[in-house]
């Protein structure tokens, strides 16, 4: 009984890593429009990932640092967020969301999408 308790609460606490965040919007890769001054692209993947390809207009700051550098990006300008894969932007968008950012939007599936849609 014990046993199955913990494993449902395992369970639940590694899902909610990759549910959904409420109150941050969803966006495919390949729906990005051209970015006006009212939007904050922040890419969160490692210098190297960011160096070795992005897309324009996105500022690197990796996932690890975010909580740290959060100060520089304006609260009430869109944030969207990008990886690889759309894992670490839903992490990324939880600790902006915690930190008092409404505005956000993380792109659903990363740089994995928007190479396959380009």
Request: hydrophobic residues 40%.
């Amino acid at each position: 009984m014990i046993q199955t308790l913990l494993l449902i609460i395992v369970i639940g606490l590694l899902g909610s890593r990759f549910l959904p965040v409420r109150g941050v919007k969803q966006m495919d890769a390949g729906d990005m429009k051209s970015n006006s001054k009212d939007q904050q692209l922040i890419d969160v993947r490692s210098a190297i990932e960011f160096q070795t390809n992005h897309m324009k207009g996105f500022r690197n700051i990796p996932l690890p640092q975010l909580k740290e550098q959060a100060h520089q990006l304006v609260k009430d300008k869109e944030i969207y967020v990008i990886c690889q894969s759309g894992m670490r932007s839903m992490q990324a968008a939880k600790i902006l969301k915690k930190q008092g950012f409404t505005k956000i939007t993380n792109i659903k599936g990363g740089m994995n999408a928007w190479h396959s849609k380009a």
